[in-house]
């Protein structure tokens, strides 16, 4: 399984990205996919999954109505459109795939994700 994400940068206060995460070696429409991040000195911390079943979203509150995630099963990709970012969003970003199809309680904890992505930078500029 390999989760190639990428999109990242480095913006401006306010402004917007887009990560995308490319995955091979799964049946995608199978597992729910997640992204998380981690700023220098801290853990890493959820910020938004779908899940595979039924198609639900969850979102840290941190950055609900901010960020949207998505996923296009034909292309076996997901993605993280991220608007009016802060400087307290900066920080790589990782996808992550699970194959647990549980409520947001449950996928927004790290040990649920069977495999990871390399991650890509995130750098917002006050």
């Known amino acids: 399984v390999q989760l190639q994400a990428s999109g990242g940068g480095l913006v401006q206060a306010g402004g917007s990205l887009r990560l995308s995460c490319a995955a091979s070696g799964l049946t995608f429409c199978s597992y729910t996919l997640g992204w998380f991040r981690q700023a220098p000195g801290k853990e890493r911390a959820f910020v938004a999954t779908?899940?595979?079943?039924?198609?639900?979203?969850y979102y840290a509150d941190s950055v609900k109505g901010r960020f949207t995630i998505s996923r296009d099963n034909a292309k076996n990709t997901v993605n993280l459109q991220m608007n009016s970012l802060e400087p307290e969003d900066a920080g790589v970003y990782y996808c992550?795939?699970?194959?647990?199809?549980?409520?947001?309680?449950?996928?927004?904890?790290?040990?649920?994700?069977?495999?990871w992505g390399q991650g890509t930078l995130v750098t917002v500029s006050s």
């Open positions: 992550a795939a699970s194959t647990n199809s549980g409520g947001p309680n449950l996928l927004q904890r790290r040990f649920v994700y069977n495999y």
């Open positions: 779908s899940n595979w079943y039924g198609g639900a979203t």
